[in-house]
């Protein structure tokens, strides 16, 4: 399955001071009971590799939880990891997909 949208990102664990590339995917909301309720997979490829199946009660809701459910794993994963942009060296505070207010700061 292809995501639909998704962002790389460089980590550096702050334990071993390896470097890697990371991947924030979301991919196309999908139906679960003939459009009754929609589910949204988050994936984060790069650092033990993990999947979030968001549901929601139509498209737009499952795919709006999958986003924010990846700003939450990144929010966590700052703890051991230093996330740049491919581009940058300064460190990044969020992933800049949601606005401030909507990320809880």
């Keep these: 399955m292809k995501p639909i949208a998704s962002r790389k990102v460089f980590a550096f664990d702050m334990k071993t001071g390896q470097t890697r590339e990371v991947t ?12 009754k309720n929609y589910f949204c997979l988050a994936r984060i490829v790069g650092i033990e590799d993990e999947e979030h ?32 942009w491919p581009d940058k060296d300064t460190a990044m505070d969020s992933l800049d997909f949601l606005p401030g207010e909507l990320r809880g700061r």
């Design 53 to 84: 199946d968001t549901g929601g009660v139509d498209s737009i809701q499952a795919l709006l939880l999958a986003v924010f459910r990846l700003q939450q794993r990144f929010d966590e994963l700052k703890k051991v990891f230093a996330f740049r």
């Design 24 to 35: 924030f995917e979301v991919h196309a909301p999908r139906s679960a009971d003939d459009g």
